[in-house]
């Protein structure tokens, strides 16, 4: 689902230009073609829209799958390490919830069992080593590039009341364009994370 997810955002990326296009020849029709070339802009941003759609309509079971994911993966790394840790096993499913601090929360939680999973094993167990390891850079890029995206990827509405100037439209189109492939490259990132953190627990 992830990989489906970096497909649809990734060609609805693919289309911002011909949106962009679509608009600059409405500005530069006739009076006579003007008519048709309103209706292809309209077409253009519809098909943009579609394919974002379908991306957030996709986003929504992988909301599901991945809280049901961390909180199994939370639950496997305590038969690796029982000690003291951050984040209880509430806060792997509670801090999706949180508005705005889930953005922070739960990447934190997904790297505390990320540095678990990924640490050597004695018999079977970690020691507390996990805690000056690293962690997956991986991740961290995920929860980035997922936040900017997301941010960007809307920028495209403050055009929609038809006030801007054919400039500001663009700017606002190529920002969006940035946000969204962002977004597909952080679905392609937390594939490549939960694919990682699963064979490592």
Request: glycine fraction near 6%.
């Amino acid at each position: 689902l992830l990989y489906i997810s970096a497909g649809l955002t990734a060609v609805a990326a693919l289309m911002i230009p011909s949106v962009i296009s679509a608009a600059q020849n409405y500005y530069d029709a006739s009076n006579s073609a003007r008519n048709q070339a309103f209706y292809d802009w309209i077409d253009a941003e519809d098909r943009f829209a579609a394919f974002f759609g379908l991306y957030i309509l996709v986003a929504m079971p992988v909301f599901v799958l991945l809280i049901v994911f961390l909180h199994r993966a939370h639950k496997s790394s305590q038969s690796l390490w029982a000690g003291h840790r951050k984040w209880s096993q509430g806060w792997a499913v509670g801090s999706w919830f949180i508005p705005f601090a889930n953005f922070i929360i739960v990447p934190q939680v997904f790297r505390e069992i990320d540095r678990i999973a990924s640490s050597p094993r004695n018999a079977g167990r970690v020691d507390d080593g996990w805690q000056r390891s690293k962690g997956n850079t991986q991740l961290i890029l995920w929860w980035v590039f997922y936040g900017v995206g997301t941010i960007l990827s809307y920028v495209y509405g403050v055009t929609s009341d038809g006030t801007s100037s054919l400039t500001d439209y663009k700017v606002a189109w190529y920002v969006t364009m940035l946000g969204v492939l962002l977004l597909a490259a952080s679905c392609v990132l937390a594939a490549l994370c939960v694919r990682r953190m699963g064979k490592a627990l």
